[in-house]
């Protein structure tokens, strides 16, 4: 069973005897188990909701198999049956999604000149409050392919879309995070770090906390 690929497995899921499904949905759960508990905690930020969001995203791989097409991973497609559980369950139960610091700091790197997160908790909750003002499509795409690192092309036959069209909605994701960023940042002194001196590069502009560029001295 060990040596069986993702795709076999799943299909013994979807249409083998009773023994035999039992035993390759057992091994799925057993080779995938963390990163889906992972992705549920990273969308909650609560571990009892995400126990609860991987078991039913799991219940779905059982329920759903024969839906598999094929034409991406089988992680691809668990990544999304995935997610789309995290939506329904934060649905029901009235609560927007989060995202972990780790995350946080990931999807930082992609949107440069995003401020470090770790800066502090302030920034880290404006940042997620960024995240949840994108649509949840939108959204999932920009964690897809910053935060997990799939490829485009991976992404988009997954979503049954063109690489194009996956590129320039990250794209525009990341540039709707830097604005709403932008905008916390001038509008709430609170989520701002405090000020420290400014430090003069040799021969280059000064720099501010964060290695952002200041005004030409």
């Known amino acids: 069973m060990n040596e069986l690929a993702d795709v ?8 083998g005897r009773r023994p035999e499904r039992d035993a390759a949905f057992r091994e799925l759960v057993e ?3 963390d990163r889906v508990h992972g992705l549920c905690l990273r969308y909650f930020g609560d571990r009892s909701d995400a126990e609860d969001a991987a078991q039913e995203a799991f219940l779905r791989v059982l329920r759903h198999a024969g839906t598999f097409r094929g034409e991406a991973q089988v992680s691809t497609w668990l ?3 995935t997610v789309n559980t995290c939506h329904d369950l934060a649905r029901r139960r009235a609560r927007r999604p989060q995202t972990a610091v780790a995350d946080i700091a990931a999807v930082s790197d992609a949107v440069d ?27 999932e795409l920009l964690l897809l392919c910053t935060v997990e690192g799939m490829p485009y092309a991976e992404v988009a036959a997954e979503y049954e ?6 590129k320039s909605r990250v794209h525009r994701a990341r540039a709707r995070l830097v604005e709403i960023l932008g905008d916390a940042l001038d509008d709430d002194d609170a989520v701002r770090p405090a000020a420290a001196p400014a ?13 952002a560029r200041g005004p030409p001295g």
């Open 8 to 15: 076999e497995l799943l299909a013994r899921v979807a249409g």
């Open 31 to 33: 080779r995938h188990r």
């Open 79 to 81: 990544h999304r049956l």
């Open 113 to 139: 000149p995003v401020p470090d997160p770790t800066a502090g908790l302030p920034l880290a909750a404006a940042l997620r409050d960024a995240l949840g003002q994108l649509d949840p499509e939108t959204r």
């Open 161 to 166: 879309i063109a690489v194009g069209t996956v």
């Open 199 to 211: 430090e003069r590069r040799p021969g280059g502009p000064s720099t501010g906390v964060h290695g």
